[in-house]
């Protein structure tokens, strides 16, 4: 990527900071952790990092319950270690981008206490969503919409006299109410949150729930089934304005500071929609993550991403997994259930060897697409999910709110396997607090200390693979050019010199002349690609 758009083509590494690295022995990640830690992010060779929520929280939602913008949590340590940790990455040559939270606050956040605070038709309680329930005795919600974690998307407040009260609408979990965003306080504050971040070093801001913001004044209900014809809270026409302010805001700092959004919507063109010109720089394409391990569909995703963002200018990105979503390596493992990316089913049979062998694949696959990656911290170590968490142990509200029926996210976000042979890996010091999430005891081949050097494993490949991508002029954002293939295989042209093939087929597939190959994601088999292999090729 050049100095100048460096987001356009940029591999973006994401740290989940409670799980990253925990420098204190307390059991959480910290910043001191990361920073210890920057070393090995820089010889991996990506160009940012972006960070999950480090502020104030109660942790309801692993952070995503704010209770203050402005702040790191303690637990993390100060925000004079996150201007350093900005500082000391940049000077490693990596940016950073700051998760912020603008569509709910933790019930902590002072703006919420103030609303409980003064009862029913005060001001305090315009900032958010206050409604009297329905039924007789306003015990039943003021609509049916649910929240994504499981149940009513209201939970109903106790007056300050003691007496049942209001529900206020909280789309994720009830210690997280949704903000008003027609109310200008609610605009002015997240600008202000934006300029702190970027006062701060910050080159960029991801853009949480960025579809959900705005909601239909008029709060009607969804339809019994089928999709409604105007969403009363996705993706509504009237959250680009907001973004459009946002875009002003950044470009009025120098170095190209960037908004990521992540924005749930399936219609390529509406997704399109949040990358004009002055709206966001970029945003997730969680293509890849509702997409089985299929030619067709595989190449059908591709083609959709990048015709969807070419009318708009933007640059595509490229997803296989995060801290919400079933671990790459298990989810390709899946292969009797079909696909399942939200981690929603406890005990599918998976193999795991197999899912690896995809994971390897996909990741030079989407290395070599046009565009910008994002890698989630522990897939450059092809970690799987931990599916074997005690319930007593498990901290998502998306398990806490569905009494375990939805096993949740936790399975994804177990603490980083360093070194040694067993917990805690590394993640902390010998003779420190348990981890916050017990990492699985067969985890010591898998570490960081015990991939380095071994060119068979998937850290030495991701390595290769980066630096390779550094290297090459043809990777990054630009044109694409696929070449005509057997069934069951990828191939493509990035330029002329540069040729990405991927065998999905169940059989070898003799490769396409070339000049000399560069990398391939498994052994191959002479002249030809084995099933589940990717290479990428001299042309
Ligand atoms: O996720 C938003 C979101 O849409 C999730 O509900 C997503 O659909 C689900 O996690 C898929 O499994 C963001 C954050 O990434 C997530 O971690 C937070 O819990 C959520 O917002 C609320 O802030």
Known sequence: ????????????????????????????????????????????????????????????????????????????????????????ALDLGMRTIVDIVPNHVSADHPWFCEALAAGPGSRARELFWFRPGRGDQGELPPTNWPSQFGGPAWTRTTEPDGSPGEWYLNLFDSRQPDLNWGHPAVRREHEEVLRFWFDRGAAGVRVDSAALLTKDPALPDLPERGEPDAHPYVDRDDLHEIYRSWRAVADGYPGERILVGEVWTPDPERFARYLRPDEMHTAFNFGFLCCPWEPERLRACVDTTLAAHRPVGAPATWVLCNHDVTRTATRYGRTETGFDFATKAHGIPTDLELGTRRARAAALLTLALPGSVYLYQGEELGLPEAEDIPADRRQDPMYLRTNGANPGRDGCRVPMPWSGTRPPYGFGPEGGAEPWLPQPGDWAGRTAEAQSGDPD???????????????????????????????????????????????????????????????????????????????????
């Open 1 to 88: 990527a050049t100095a100048d758009a460096w987001w356009r083509g940029a591999v973006i590494y994401q740290v989940y900071p409670r799980s990253f690295a925990d420098a204190d022995g307390d059991g959480t990640g910290d910043l001191a952790g990361v920073r210890s830690r920057l070393g090995y992010l820089r010889e991996l060779g990506v160009d940012a990092l972006w960070f999950n929520p480090w502020y104030p929280s109660p942790m309801a939602d692993g952070g995503y319950d704010v209770a203050d913008y402005r702040d790191v949590d303690p637990m993390f340590g100060t925000l004079a270690d996150a201007e350093k940790l900005i500082a000391e």
């Open 457 to 539: 494993s998937m850290l030495e490949l991701y390595r290769a693979a980066l630096r390779l991508r550094r290297r090459e002029p043809a990777l990054g954002d630009g044109p694409l050019t696929w070449l005509d293939a057997e069934p069951g295989v990828l191939a493509f042209h990035r330029d002329a010199s540069f040729a990405c093939v991927v065998n999905l087929a169940p059989l070898p597939v003799r490769l396409p002349a070339y000049r000399e190959r560069l990398l391939a994601s498994g052994p191959l088999d002479g002249e030809r690609l084995p099933p589940d292999t990717a290479v990428w090729l001299r042309t």
